[in-house]
């Protein structure tokens, strides 16, 4: 029991959006889709939705429940739509808003009318709106303008929750309760979502799993553990936080960046290559003597501020830049000045060659 | 407080005061020479309240008949891609350039007996020339960049995701067009009726040739005034011309409550 796009290719003039995209979403899942701006996360959706249709006729294919749905229009589908500027419709009340899908039913499948009042009472209580019944989309804030399109959207019961990046309109505290909301809510009710989002922390906070997108291809599709633990390519590792580049050479089983040896398992049997290596600012440890295989590296600059402290370093041997994240007790046990000499251990190394990963 | 607040209020009232409101008040004032029972006699007199009807009801039709037309055009324009949509974009304008008595002269040649159209319609037994059907059509004729120019932007400016919003919902095309489409429409097609209808009423170089001005029959009211004034009776020819502004006027308020009305749902003050 799935959702499931195959094959999917979509063409804008010049620009590929989608390129022969295929994705799985089962039944109750809660799915990122996390990419850059003109990767086709939005395209992918709302080709799901029906609001777009694949250029390779015959080969492409949506399917809701098995059930092949690639020709019919967006009107049949019964995908709910949430869009990121709400389209709500302005000349109605809040409540008129979420009854919208329940009264354009043909009259043989349209419930009566105390029936939609029920529900849509129901659905008000579900998104914490129930005062707010008889106002209009221009009287209320931006959250909950969001709350008010999911609720609607969820009023016809739809197979699958198509959210386009529900949460990018709205400022950056009201983001946070309002995913954490979404998430609750997506526990309770367990409807099929799809959410499109270009904000990393948002993807793996909310999601069961996360499909990174670049250039019209899904890149990687995994749990958000997964995904940031073991990234398929430097693409995936770079939009999935910050990043150190080291570049160096690999050879069996070790990384040598600047002269010092790395032992590196994932490397085990390769061969001897120009590498670079991927390592997150918190896996690195700042020392003012080698413990172990070390790289020597000058301060630039410190700062404390926030909940961490973020450090510049410099490597003496090649003059790049790093930047390494530490607790405020290591940072204070340490009290680098910029100029001074340390030492940096690297963990969790992840090397690519080539674009791909060892 | 901005600066300038006292001189632009003052030159606003001034200006507003000798362009609008002397004139107007000059209307009502010359009035008064008439005695009550006179004034009465001058605005009830047959041709006068045949002329009313005529004039507020072809009015009325026109501007009506142009909101639907003048809606497809709109839809047209700003909804489809097609070769010469600049050109076909810059005639809905001609209409408001043209001299009207050009568009009077025009009209009249077009739809007499032996004009191009006229004798097209002669045979299916419909005259437009010298009756209310031509006034009616010089109406419509005039009318219809006023429709076309208010609803073109606010269409313009509607929100594809809207109606992407209502079919992801189960709404078919009709349904769209008819809940969410229209109901966005309709202040801006009050507002353009209202400038239709009120241009309408008003009209008088487009009308008179082919109207033929026969009394009782295709006289608009601003014709019977101009045949008072022609006879220098300028008393009745205000008497009459205040029938025209205060009706007009009373009309006008209407529709501007009611687009005030299906407008309510852009305010911002919590109710």
Request: net charge neutral; aromatic share 10%.
């Amino acid at each position: 029991m799935s959702v499931e796009v195959k094959n999917v290719t979509k063409k804008f003039g010049n620009f590929t959006a989608l390129d022969n995209v295929s994705l799985k979403v089962e039944s109750g899942e809660l799915v990122a889709l996390l990419g850059p701006s003109g990767s086709g996360k939005t395209t992918l959706l709302r080709t799901i939705a029906g609001l777009e249709f694949p250029d390779n006729t015959g080969e492409a294919q949506v399917l809701f429940y098995g059930e092949d749905v690639t020709q019919i229009p967006a009107s049949e589908r019964k995908a709910g739509f949430a869009f990121q500027h709400y389209a709500l419709f302005r000349h109605m009340s809040v409540f008129e808003n979420i009854a919208f899908g329940l009264r354009v039913r043909p009259k043989t499948t349209r419930p009566p009318e105390n029936e939609i009042r029920a529900r849509v009472e129901k659905l008000l209580k579900l998104i914490q709106l129930e005062p707010m019944a008889k106002r209009f989309p221009s009287q209320l804030s931006g959250g909950q303008r969001q709350r008010v399109a999911l609720a609607r959207a969820l009023a016809v019961e739809p197979k699958v929750l198509l959210l386009d990046e529900p949460f990018g309109a709205l400022d950056a505290k009201v983001r946070k309760e309002l995913r954490r909301w979404l998430r609750q809510l997506h526990d309770e009710i367990h409807v099929t979502t799809l959410f499109v989002t270009h904000d990393q922390e948002e993807a793996l906070e909310v999601s069961d799993r996360v499909a990174i997108l670049r250039a019209g291809k899904i890149e990687q599709i995994g749990t958000p553990e997964e995904i940031y633990d073991r990234p398929a390519s430097p693409f995936v590792y770079d939009f999935l936080g910050n990043v150190n580049l080291f570049s160096g050479r690999v050879k069996d089983g070790a990384m040598v960046i600047g002269g010092t040896e790395f032992a590196t398992p994932d490397a085990t049997g390769e061969k001897d290559s120009d590498a670079v290596a991927f390592v997150r600012p918190h896996d690195i440890r700042v020392t003012r003597q080698p413990l172990g295989p070390a790289l020597p590296a000058l301060v630039v600059r410190s700062n404390a501020a926030g909940p961490v402290a973020n450090l510049q370093l410099k490597r003496q041997d090649s003059g790049e830049i790093f930047t390494v994240q530490l607790s405020k007790e290591l940072f204070q046990e340490l009290s680098p000045k910029p100029g001074e000499q340390v030492f940096v251990e690297l963990k969790n190394v992840k090397i690519f060659s080539d674009d791909y990963s060892i | 407080m901005l600066p300038g607040f006292k001189l632009t209020l003052g030159f606003t009232l001034f200006y507003l005061g000798l362009i609008v409101l002397i004139p107007l008040a000059a209307v009502f004032w010359k009035t008064t020479t008439l005695t009550w029972p006179q004034f009465w006699q001058t605005i009830t007199m047959p041709t006068a309240m045949a002329s009313y009807r005529l004039t507020f009801g072809a009015s009325f039709l026109a501007a009506l008949v142009n909101v639907i037309f003048g809606l497809i055009v709109a839809w047209v324009l700003v909804r489809y891609e097609f070769f010469g949509k600049k050109i076909v974009d810059a005639l809905v304008d001609l209409p408001f350039a043209l001299p009207t008595a050009v568009a009077g002269i025009t009209l009249a040649a077009l739809y007499s007996k032996t004009g191009w159209i006229g004798q097209l319609l002669e045979p299916l037994g419909i005259k437009a020339a010298n009756t209310q059907l031509g006034i009616f059509i010089a109406l419509t004729f005039i009318g219809l960049p006023f429709i076309v120019r208010t609803v073109q932007p606010i269409l313009e400016d509607l929100d594809p995701e809207l109606e992407e919003a209502a079919s992801s919902l189960g709404a078919n095309r009709w349904q769209v067009f008819w809940r969410v489409v229209l109901p966005m429409l309709t202040p801006a097609l009050l507002t353009g009726f209202a400038l239709a209808f009120a241009r309408a009423l008003g009209e008088y170089g487009s009308v008179i040739f082919i109207a033929g001005n026969i009394p009782m029959k295709t006289q608009i009211t601003p014709v019977i005034i101009m045949g008072e004034l022609d006879m220098f009776d300028y008393g009745k020819a205000t008497a009459i011309a205040v029938v025209m502004l205060v009706v007009s006027f009373v009309l006008l308020l209407t529709i501007n409550v009611l687009q005030w009305w299906t407008n309510r749902y852009n305010t911002n003050n919590l109710a």
